[in-house]
């Protein structure tokens, strides 16, 4: 039916649905979700916004109310660097961690003190032993790479492996030769999913025999 209108909602490179326009001559319209894991219903019911990428953006207005109207390739760009941004927020909250526990601070009067600024928000600042998941690790190293160069974004995966080997390393030195415990794999808190958890890989670098709570 070449009259019907496809509507995309699952993460694509940025151009690729301007690609399809043009390829199968239909209108396409790439309408990304941001759903999170464990509150996907709240996160449906009650979103922060609505993104609607479509190539008649002339036609529409930019902004109206919580609908953002712009290109299919501008939408693509948004949901990545969303993403992207997420997990950059997590590796440095998780390097602030890094630091306090190498010279001893408590980490989290330290973070407490730096969330307090109202341009950094208390949120997404909770030291984790890094980001897992499907998403945030997937659509960071889309844009890595995309961008192809030297840059802030092109260093988050990088600081997430240090910050898993960082865990694995103080564990291995401090609990050498004894059994360490693990309270389940979940890739968060609140969560039962753990396709791509993060303590999984910090698992996988350790030493020491380990048991499973799960």
Do not use: W
Request: proline content about 4%.
């Amino acid at each position: 039916n070449p009259y019907c209108v496809i509507v995309i909602r699952s993460t694509c490179p940025i151009g690729f649905t301007s690609r399809m326009i043009r390829k199968y001559r239909m209108n396409i319209v790439f309408y990304p979700e941001f759903l999170r894991e464990g509150t996907s219903v709240q996160d449906s019911r009650n979103p922060d916004r609505i993104i609607i990428g479509t190539e008649y953006i002339q036609d529409l207005p930019f902004l109206k109310g919580d609908i953002i109207f712009c290109s299919p390739s501008e939408a693509e760009a948004i949901k990545l660097l969303s993403n992207t941004y997420l997990a950059m927020r997590v590796a440095f909250f998780n390097e602030v961690d890094n630091l306090c526990m190498r010279k001893n601070l408590n980490a989290g009067r330290v973070i407490t003190g730096i969330c307090k600024d109202k341009r950094i928000g208390e949120h997404y600042n909770n030291p984790s032993f890094g980001f897992g998941g499907y998403c945030l690790p997937k659509d960071t190293k889309e844009l890595e790479r995309q961008i192809k160069s030297n840059s802030v974004i092109n260093s988050i995966s990088m600081s997430n492996f240090r910050r898993k080997k960082f865990i694995a390393d103080y564990i291995n030195k401090n609990y050498a030769g004894k059994k360490i415990g693990v309270y389940k794999l979940a890739m968060k808190s609140g969560s039962d999913n753990c396709r791509a958890s993060a303590i999984i890989d910090v698992l996988d670098m350790l030493d020491c025999d380990y048991l499973i709570y799960s």
